[in-house]
């Protein structure tokens, strides 16, 4: 089993900043890549990016080069540094890390949300 606990949400105003953490517990060896999914009001979860234990990196199209996701194996934590945010980035952002065990469900951490005000 793995535990994901998000933090870091909050209010801004376009052109902010934030960044959002999710720390992970218990069998890291059977998950990977970790990232975030966010769901906007009315909108279906879409993903925001991933990275893998070895660093490799996917970002959402909207949100290259403004997002950055890292991680550091030795805390079991992933960040989001989310800057230049806009208005459409307002949306409840969810950790996610992906089991890897054959026909395990993949893991949720509760969710932060992130307004950004125009």
């Known amino acids: 089993q793995v535990q994901l606990v998000a933090s870091g949400g909050g209010l801004v105003q376009t052109g902010g900043s934030l960044r959002l953490s999710c720390a992970a517990s218990?069998?890291?060896?059977?998950?990977?890549?970790m990232g975030w999914y966010r769901q906007a009001p009315g909108k279906v979860r879409e993903l925001v990016a991933t990275?893998?234990?070895?660093?490799?990196?996917n970002y959402a199209y909207s949100v290259k080069g403004r997002f950055t996701i890292s991680r550091d194996n030795a805390k079991n934590t992933v960040y989001l540094q989310m800057n230049s945010l806009k208005p459409e980035d307002t949306a409840v952002y969810y950790c996610?890390?992906?089991?890897?065990?054959?026909?395990?469900?993949?893991?949720w951490g509760q969710g932060t949300q992130v307004t950004v005000s125009s």
């Open positions: 218990g069998s890291m060896f059977s998950i990977n890549p």
């Open positions: 990275i893998t234990r070895g660093g490799s990196t």
């Open positions: 996610y890390a992906e089991n890897l065990r054959p026909g395990g469900r993949d893991y």
